[in-house]
């Protein structure tokens, strides 16, 4: 993130007894990453028996950007929030709102019942999916990764509303991998086909938010 070494930053870190660690790390992209605007900067998860994942996001709080980095370790058990820009003071206010957000909405995971718990990580992993579609199509990335994230998106959508009615994004979402499953796979996506899936995955990502709202 260029420049961000001259901007003020602020940390914030919180603790948490669920077993859960990739959960934990996916309410808080959850939390953060929900403000209209949001765009994912850099994301990654350790493959390994001890999970790391790490996330950055550019959002706006009270008409200010900010940038914001969620990182989960299982080894610690612990949220650690940092935020960067121009004043302290607003960083530690959006960070205590954010904070407390993110402990009601473990708290809240932790006393559903099983199949929701279930359902939540699904639609969970979903908005994940409409985060990175968004960043690799911003990263010009070929159109297999821009697929992948569209059809793991919509596995994961479908089976978070199991046995309830059709969502919308189940049909919009078929059709948009027939769109563009025979574009090259190692090109990026057309520029005019890449806008429009962008603005597509706004609304998968509204739907999805519904979703998670119920549980959370």
């Given at each position: 993130m260029e420049g961000i070494q001259d901007k003020k930053q602020v940390d914030k870190s919180l603790s948490y007894n669920i077993p859960d660690s990739v959960v934990v790390f996916r309410i808080a992209w959850f939390i953060v990453a929900s403000r209209p605007g949001a765009i994912l900067n850099e994301y990654s998860e350790a493959e390994s028996q001890i999970f790391?994942?790490?996330?950055?996001?550019?959002?706006?709080?009270?008409?200010?950007?900010?940038?914001?980095?969620?990182?989960?370790?299982?080894?610690?058990?612990?949220?650690?929030?940092?935020?960067?820009?121009?004043?302290?003071?607003?960083?530690?206010?959006?960070l205590d709102e954010t904070a407390s957000a993110l402990k009601n909405a473990i708290e809240k995971y932790a006393s559903l019942e099983e199949p929701n718990k279930i359902k939540l990580r699904k639609a969970l992993v979903a908005k994940t999916c409409w985060d990175r579609l968004i960043f690799e199509?911003?990263?010009?990335?070929?159109?297999?990764?821009v697929y992948i994230q569209v059809a793991h998106g919509r596995e994961?959508?479908?089976?978070?509303?199991?046995?309830?009615?059709?969502?919308p994004l189940t049909l919009t979402?078929?059709?948009?991998?027939?769109?563009?499953?025979?574009?090259?796979?190692?090109?990026?996506?057309?520029?005019?086909?890449?806008?429009e899936l962008a603005k597509k995955s706004v609304e998968w990502k509204k739907e999805t938010h519904e979703i998670i709202r119920k549980y959370l």
């Open positions: 790391k994942g790490k996330a950055i996001f550019s959002v706006k709080y009270n008409d200010h950007p900010i940038n914001v980095r969620v990182w989960v370790e299982e080894a610690q058990t612990s949220v650690e929030l940092t935020a960067w820009g121009d004043d302290e003071a607003l960083l530690e206010n959006y199509i911003l990263n010009k990335a070929p159109q297999s990764a994961m959508s479908i089976k978070a509303t199991e046995g309830e009615e059709m969502h979402t078929s059709g948009w991998l027939s769109k563009i499953e025979d574009l090259p796979s190692d090109e990026p996506l057309p520029s005019e086909i890449a806008t």
